[in-house]
């Protein structure tokens, strides 16, 4: 079980600032841009930590923990206890119940770190934001600690113009993030099917 504190959350949070911030470097160093403190700000100007409690459930197959979704924001830190249950979707493999889903066990002492919607959105589509689910377990209760860093509502977001240069093609076209956001929250999640509200074309 994951006990925290007051102090440990406000810990966890100022530490994956810093791990989002060094992360980003490299992921955006590695396509060959550079981004400026204001930028930065700008990409996860919003910190979202929740706390999420999976009971035991003695049929875990009728049930669903999370559905399969994305995070919508641009990169999520995850701590998770040691009972499991997280899984991502691979790409290429689009039906549930296939081989397509692959379980992130916990390890100790390790976060597991989710690119999300905006990153796919900013990076024209060459990170993908990562699928996954949570199923729960017969036996043993569950606890996780997500971290979302997100842009904040004001913010627009799409693709990096750096990239739609190179690549000659805009494949999101810029929005508010808080239209994103809400048209996130206003449906029932279903897979990656909240990235169309961005899309330009099959991407
Ligand atoms: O509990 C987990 O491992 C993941 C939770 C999750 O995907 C979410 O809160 O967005
Ligand atoms: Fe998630």
């Known amino acids: 079980m994951l006990a925290m504190t007051r102090d440990v959350a406000l810990e966890y949070l100022k530490s994956s600032t810093k791990l989002v911030r ?3 470097e490299i992921l955006f160093g590695s396509l060959g841009v550079t981004l400026d403190e204001a930028k ?12 999420n409690f999976y009971p035991s459930c003695p049929n875990p197959e009728l049930t669903v923990g999370v559905g399969r979704h994305s995070d919508m924001g641009t990169l999520t830190v995850l701590l998770q206890d040691g009972i499991g249950g997280l899984y991502v979707l691979e790409e290429g493999h689009v ?7 692959i ?13 999300g919607d905006t990153m796919q959105i900013l990076s024209n589509g060459r990170y993908k934001s990562a699928e996954h689910r949570v199923r729960t377990t017969s036996s043993e209760s569950r606890v996780s600690v997500p971290l979302f860093a997100t842009p ?15 690549d000659g093609v805009a494949h999101y076209k810029e929005v508010l993030f808080g239209d994103y956001m809400q048209n996130f929250f206003g449906k029932a ?8 509200f961005a899309q330009n074309d099959s991407a």
């Open 22 to 24: 060094e992360l980003l």
């Open 40 to 51: 930065f700000e700008s990409l996860t100007g919003l910190k979202m930590e929740n706390m």
């Open 95 to 101: 039906e549930e119940g296939k081989d397509g889903w």
């Open 103 to 115: 379980e992130i066990p916990p390890i100790p002492g390790a976060l597991v770190i989710n690119v």
């Open 152 to 166: 904040t509502p004001s913010e627009k977001i799409g693709p990096l113009p750096q990239l739609v240069e190179s």
């Open 189 to 196: 999640h279903e897979g990656k099917k909240s990235l169309q």
